[in-house]
């Protein structure tokens, strides 16, 4: 009876030692963390793509109306010269001419951001080296279309749109 009653006052107090043992809780490194960061720069990501891509739609359909009215303005340019145009055909091809360098000026400026927000996103800065120069083009565009070389222009906004195509082409992989 003394043994089980020793066993038993053992038992008593080392149960409890072995409880306060365990009163440290030991937490587990949950991959919620490394996940929300995966997600973020996926969506980081997607939108960057997504941002060109809404670039690259918006510089192709606006060359594929350049080409028209390019051969417009330069159609109207030689009547001009040679004094066939009446005042209002001027006017009309001024402000053509107003809204196609308008046109050169928007793009310029959108990858202008475009590119400011690459360079300051840390889940971007991957991409921005493809995409650094995009806006140094459209300005050179601009510059042309300035000029009323809009077929020069044009052709150098085509480079922009490769430049951006590879930067979509990096992004993917």
């Not at 990501?45 to 891509?53: E, P």
């Not at 330069?74 to 809204?99: H, L, R």
């Given at each position: 009876?003394?043994?089980?009653?020793?066993?038993?006052?053992?038992?008593?107090?080392?149960?409890?030692?072995?409880?306060?043992?365990?009163?440290?809780?030991?937490?587990?490194?949950?991959?919620?963390?490394?996940?929300?960061?995966?997600?973020?720069?996926?969506?980081?990501?997607?939108?960057?793509?997504?941002?060109?891509?809404?670039?690259?739609?918006?510089?192709?359909?606006?060359?594929?109306?350049?080409?028209?009215?390019?051969?417009?303005?330069?159609?109207?340019?030689?009547?001009?010269?040679?004094?066939?145009?009446?005042?209002?055909?001027?006017?009309?091809?001024?402000?053509?001419?107003?809204?196609?360098?308008?046109?050169?000026?928007?793009?310029?400026?959108?990858?202008?951001?475009?590119?400011?927000?690459?360079?300051?996103?840390?889940?971007?800065?991957?991409?921005?080296?493809?995409?650094?120069?995009?806006?140094?083009?459209?300005?050179?565009?601009?510059?042309?279309?300035?000029?009323?070389?809009?077929?020069?222009?044009?052709?150098?906004?085509?480079?922009v749109i490769n430049r951006l195509a590879d930067?979509?082409?990096?992004?993917r992989q």
């Amino acid at each position: 009876m003394k043994r089980i009653a020793i066993a038993l006052l053992v038992a008593i107090l080392i149960a409890p030692t072995a409880a306060l043992g365990q009163t440290r809780r030991r937490s587990s490194r949950s991959t919620t963390p490394s996940q929300s960061s995966a997600q973020k720069v996926a969506a980081a990501r997607t939108a960057g793509a997504t941002k060109v891509a809404e670039q690259i739609k918006l510089m192709t359909k606006f060359i594929y109306l350049l080409g028209g009215v390019a051969s417009g303005l330069a159609s109207v340019d030689e009547a001009i010269k040679k004094n066939e145009a009446s005042q209002s055909v001027i006017q009309a091809n001024q402000q053509s001419k107003a809204v196609v360098r308008k046109g050169f000026q928007d793009f310029r400026e959108g990858l202008d951001r475009l590119e400011t927000e690459f360079r300051s996103q840390p889940e971007l800065q991957p991409y921005y080296i493809k995409l650094a120069g995009s806006a140094a083009g459209a300005a050179k565009a601009e510059e042309l279309a300035a000029a009323s070389q809009y077929d020069a222009a044009g052709r150098t906004l085509l480079t922009v749109i490769n430049r951006l195509a590879d930067v979509l082409v990096v992004m993917r992989q």
